[in-house]
Nanobody, 118 residues
């Protein structure tokens, strides 16, 4: 099983980025994919979740700015991030688990750095 997060980079405040989480070895029809981040000096934070049922949810701090979606054919989950702020600077991770989106997820990607700065 492998989860590969990609798409991070440097973006100006107010800009957008789309992160990808490519899953191999698991089916997104059976596994939830969650997006998490860890900002410098802060605890890991759960952001958004894509459930096998197709339901999605995001935490209040990113709701309206971050959107999670799935490409079932390619087994990829995306995190579209708009109106980025400096406080969104963090390493972003995707994680998969059949139990749902949980910090105790069984499978984790390596993370991709997002830096929001002018």
């Amino acid at each position: 099983v492998q989860l590969q997060a990609s798409g991070g980079g440097l973006v100006q405040p107010g800009g957008s980025l789309t992160l990808s989480c490519a899953a191999s070895g698991i089916s997104l029809d059976a596994y939830a994919i969650g997006w998490f981040r860890r900002a410098p000096g802060k605890e890991r934070e759960g952001l958004s979740c894509f459930l096998p049922t197709g339901q999605t949810y995001s935490v209040d701090s990113v709701k309206g700015r971050f959107t999670v979606s799935r490409n079932s054919a390619d087994n990829i989950v995306y995190l579209q991030m708009n109106n980025l702020k400096s406080e969104d600077t963090a390493i972003y991770y995707c994680a998969g688990d059949h139990r749902g989106c949980t910090p105790e997820a069984r499978y984790w990607g390596k993370g991709t750095q997002v830096t929001v700065s002018s």
